[in-house]
């Protein structure tokens, strides 16, 4: 298995811009996170879903956020207008059954920079 | 609340120096531990785990950890450094209901020559 695909690696972007981070699961998990990490604030959940459902979003920022997940091999990450203040790295992870047992396979993450 | 703490923010050690990094949670239950590692610029890689049983868990790249229920504690240990073990060491909690994983906010790493 080629493990959780994000993409893309790296992205720059002009405040106010939209931006969308992509990720691709392991194939058979049937929970997906989405994280964004900082120095300041370490590793924070944004939103997860289980069988391609949003189970728990309170941890999006704001409603210039969004997450959406149209099929069970597929989601989106969007921020819509980008700031400065979003800049971070963002993992995807996905899961077999929920992290009690098994916690997470993570993505290599895409480092965003609003400038 | 469920919590992780990792006390130590940074850590330098000699290759070939024994090696641990601590984790305290705070749990209601008998909880499902985790040592992750990241490597710069690279994902969380998940080292080894613990949900019941034997509390001496054994991971990938010669890690160990000891779960302690009297101390709250899930310590990292490996006997021998590497210079490539130098990365950020995040412990995490996880649930045995619901899928909220908790994680410390990580252990950074230096090996010396």
């Known amino acids: 298995d080629a493990g959780v695909i994000q993409s893309p690696r790296h992205e720059v972007t002009e405040m106010g811009q939209e931006v969308t981070l992509r990720c691709k699961p392991i194939?058979?998990?049937?929970?997906l996170f989405w994280y964004r990490q900082t120095m300041m604030r370490g590793l924070e959940l944004l939103i997860y879903f289980n069988n391609n459902v949003p189970i728990d979003d309170s941890g999006m920022p704001e409603d210039r956020f969004s997450a959406k997940m149209p099929n069970a091999s597929f989601s989106t990450l969007k921020i819509q207008p980008s700031e400065p203040r979003d800049s971070a790295v963002y993992f995807c992870a996905s899961s077999r059954g929920g992290t009690g047992f098994r916690g997470y396979t993570f993505g290599s993450g895409t480092r965003l920079t609003v400038v | 609340a469920q919590s992780v703490t990792q006390p130590d923010i940074h850590i330098t050690v000699s290759e070939g120096a024994s090696l641990e990094l601590r984790c305290n949670y705070s749990y209601g239950a008998t909880p499902y531990l985790f040592w992750y590692v990241q490597s710069p610029g690279q994902g969380l890689q998940l080292l080894l785990k613990?949900?019941?049983?034997?509390?001496l868990v054994q991971g990938i790249k010669g890690f160990e950890a000891e779960f302690k229920r009297s101390q709250s504690s899930f310590n990292l240990r490996k006997p021998s450094v590497h210079w490539s073990d130098a990365a950020e060491y995040f412990c995490a909690v996880g649930q045995n209901t619901g899928n909220q994983f908790y994680f410390g906010t990580g252990t950074s790493l230096t090996v010396i020559p």
């Open positions: 194939s058979g998990h049937d929970y």
């Open positions: 613990y949900f019941s049983g034997d509390t």
